[in-house]
């Protein structure tokens, strides 16, 4: 397994699980602030290394209508917000090659979004950037073709990279999760993160909105960790209800700890001596 450090603090493929957590998008400057403190202060509490994340475009959306957020540059300004407010490194999508240079001045970690997971000049610039490069495996990918995805990174020089299951389409508007994927991807030699809220999302399956079944997200996430997973990514709002984007599959923050605590107690039973 190869040891991926985020930060001095932060490092992927060890023992201890990661917790990467955040609202979808950047609803406000001071929004992303106040999860990012409550969030941290909670991985503390269960003593999980945290990554923030939060999307300052979400470009891959239902309808033409639906909220996208503030743009690249509004969107950097806030995520610096929330890295001298709190401290933790941050995560953040890009979906162009130009946006690479510009992002990784800011993030710690640039995720490739699922649809794009085979796109190569996008791979080649996030990887040239040093930044961590955390790629999605596409919905429409099986998870020994991410070995390719790896190749790209390391090609351009860079061995931090990581790999996210967010699920497989399963007919029409469905996604389900084939607990295969996380000890065939971590056989690649990369650190593997278990998208548990986007797994949940039922894409398309609302008016003009993606739907999700939040109500699985406990059993789901510890399945995920039971197969040994190095990392749980979690969409979390305070009032799902609310949120601007993926609202049907966030965690609400309230049953954040209490789920945290359950993914540690069974991480230790799975990796006792790693």
Same mark, same amino acid.
């Given at each position: 397994?190869?040891?991926?450090?985020?930060?001095?603090?932060?490092?992927?493929?060890?023992?201890?699980?990661?917790?990467?957590?955040?609202?979808?998008v950047i609803e406000s400057p001071s929004h992303v602030i106040d999860i990012a403190?409550?969030?941290?202060?909670?991985?503390?509490?269960?003593?999980?290394?945290?990554?923030?994340?939060?999307?300052?475009?979400?470009?891959?959306?239902?309808? =033409?209508?639906?909220?996208?957020? +503030?743009?690249?540059? $509004?969107?950097?300004?806030? %995520?610096?917000?929330?890295? @001298?407010? &709190? *401290?933790?490194?941050?995560?953040?999508?890009?979906?162009?090659?130009?946006?690479?240079?510009?992002?990784?001045?800011? =993030?710690?970690?640039?995720?490739? +979004?699922?649809?794009? $997971?085979?796109?190569?000049? %996008?791979?080649?610039?996030? @990887?040239? &950037? *040093?930044?961590?490069?955390?790629?999605?495996?596409?919905?429409?990918?099986?998870?020994?073709?991410?070995?390719h995805a790896i190749a790209k990174v390391t090609a351009a020089g860079n061995n931090?990279?990581?790999?996210?299951?967010?699920?497989?389409?399963?007919?029409?508007?469905?996604?389900?999760?084939?607990?295969?994927?996380?000890?065939?991807?971590?056989?690649?030699?990369?650190?593997?993160?278990?998208?548990?809220?986007?797994?949940?999302?039922?894409?398309?399956?609302?008016?003009?909105?993606?739907?999700?079944?939040?109500?699985?997200?406990?059993?789901?996430?510890?399945?995920?960790?039971?197969?040994?997973?190095?990392?749980v990514f979690l969409e979390v709002h305070e009032d799902p209800t609310r949120a601007?984007?993926?609202?049907?599959?966030?965690?609400?923050?309230?049953?954040?700890?209490?789920?945290?605590?359950?993914?540690?107690?069974?991480?230790?039973?799975?990796?006792?001596?790693?």
């Amino acid at each position: 397994m190869n040891l991926v450090p985020v930060t001095s603090d932060v490092m992927l493929g060890r023992r201890a699980l990661v917790l990467i957590a955040g609202p979808c998008v950047i609803e406000s400057p001071s929004h992303v602030i106040d999860i990012a403190r409550e969030v941290a202060a909670i991985a503390a509490r269960v003593g999980m290394p945290y990554v923030f994340k939060a999307s300052f475009d979400k470009a891959n959306r239902t309808s =033409a209508a639906s909220f996208r957020g +503030p743009g690249m540059t $509004a969107g950097l300004e806030a %995520l610096r917000g929330v890295k @001298a407010a &709190t *401290g933790v490194p941050i995560l953040t999508d890009i979906h162009e090659a130009a946006q690479a240079a510009p992002v990784a001045e800011v =993030a710690d970690v640039l995720q490739i +979004p699922a649809f794009l $997971a085979r796109q190569t000049d %996008l791979i080649t610039a996030a @990887a040239q &950037t *040093g930044r961590v490069v955390n790629i999605k495996k596409g919905q429409f990918m099986a998870p020994l073709d991410m070995r390719h995805a790896i190749a790209k990174v390391t090609a351009a020089g860079n061995n931090r990279v990581c790999l996210t299951e967010r699920g497989y389409t399963l007919g029409y508007n469905n996604l389900v999760v084939d607990m295969r994927a996380f000890p065939i991807m971590r056989a690649l030699g990369a650190p593997v993160i278990f998208d548990v809220t986007h797994s949940l999302q039922l894409p398309g399956g609302g008016d003009g909105v993606t739907a999700g079944l939040a109500e699985y997200i406990e059993p789901l996430a510890c399945a995920g960790v039971a197969a040994g997973v190095d990392g749980v990514f979690l969409e979390v709002h305070e009032d799902p209800t609310r949120a601007k984007s993926d609202a049907q599959n966030a965690l609400r923050l309230d049953l954040l700890e209490p789920l945290l605590r359950k993914l540690v107690q069974i991480n230790e039973i799975v990796k006792p001596h790693e």
